[in-house]
DNA sequence: GCACTTAGGTTTGCAGTGCAAACCAGTTTG
DNA sequence: CAAACTGGTTTGCACTGCAAACCTAAGTGC
């Protein structure tokens, strides 16, 4: 019976796999520093499908990491997409983690 | 027939997921950083179960980023790991995309 | 008024993946 | 000889990311 798994105290070991996401890691770090904004400018400046993005921040929703807030302009519906402050605490937190090891890895190859 | 998706020039848009994931991530880096160490040493470094590094290890040759080498140490069984060439490349190119990408990202919450 | 298109998304189907548990061949120990 | 350990590999499964299909409401041509 030996453990098999050791302690795991890596920068990297237990990182949240659903901010690690690449497509979910472009979108936060869009919210990060614009604050707010409406789906289809995420579509823009993200790339992704409609789809793929509904389903990315329904995620990020759920996780209470994005707020999405529906409001009508004029007669037609506008989503507007804001970071909560738990998911601004995820996102600066990961990226920390990216960075602490990053600086481990040297440049040259 | 509006075409939905965009460009996808991102930084992280096409992302190498074979090495983004975080377990393969911290192999990958170490590899880089010394060159060549069996099974066990690797299961250490990395804090990972023996079945889920060796599906990851297994991955990555596939893909030809490491070299897989099984040799006797005396009567016993060893594993050595090293990085190919093209494994160097792409562990290389992904760090200097999320670089690349972090450089965007303000440090201040 | 009525068909058609467009805007703005959501739901569905499915292939691919990461994980630990179960397993296995060979070796050492009691 | 049996039990336990080494050094891994294979299996089973729940989860996930993706695009296609779908949906509802507003505009447009006629």
Redesign the interface.
Known sequence: MTS???????P??D?D?LV?E?AR??IL?QL??IKACDFLFM??Q?????GNLSSHLTKLEDAGYVEIIKEFAGKRPRTLLRLTPSG??AF?NH?AS??E??A???NQ?
């Not at 098999?4 to 890596?10: C, I, L, P, Q, T």
């Not at 993200?46 to 409609?50: R, S, Y």
Request: charged share 20%; proline share 8%.
């Open positions: 098999d798994r050791e302690s795991g105290a890596h990297l070991g990182v796999r690690h690449p890691l472009l770090s990060y520093v579509q823009k993200t790339g992704l499908t409609k601004r605490q600066s990226v990216l960075r090891w990053m481990n890895v040297p190859p």
